[in-house]
């Protein structure tokens, strides 16, 4: 578990305002995954053997598809599936008005397990 600060943001489908966990602007190699319901997340560390493993089938691809992929061979938590963008916790949408607005509290932070997908053989 990591502690981490939690960060303002806003909804732009229903404006709700929640707070969502963040490593902040200098964190290198570590993303926050989001599940698909925008209640709970999970850390993730991109320089691990498995990471590496599921980047390199990414040959090509850009930025941000690491994290999707890693996001999409993640365990579930709670039976959501994790995704690489923030969600709103009422309404589950990623069209967000604003986001890592001020610090808020912190939070909680487990890292993402990727035991079904570990179990795999490599192709």
């Given at each position: ?81 994790l995704t690489a963008s923030i969600r ?34 490599a192709r």
């Amino acid at each position: 578990m990591r502690t981490l600060p939690t960060l303002e943001a806003t909804c732009g489908r229903c404006a709700s305002t929640f707070s969502h966990p963040s490593l902040g602007d200098f964190a290198y190699g570590e993303f926050v995954l989001c599940s698909a319901d925008g209640r709970s997340y999970a850390v993730v560390d991109g320089t691990t053997p498995l990471a590496r493993r599921v980047g390199a089938t990414l040959t090509g691809a850009g930025n941000g598809a690491l994290w999707t992929a890693l996001a999409e061979v993640a365990d579930p938590i709670e039976g959501q599936a994790l995704t690489a963008s923030i969600r709103c916790p009422a309404c589950s949408s990623a069209d967000l008005e604003s986001w890592g607005g001020r610090v808020t509290g912190t939070r909680e932070v487990p890292a993402a397990t990727f035991e079904a997908f570990a179990r795999r053989p490599a192709r």
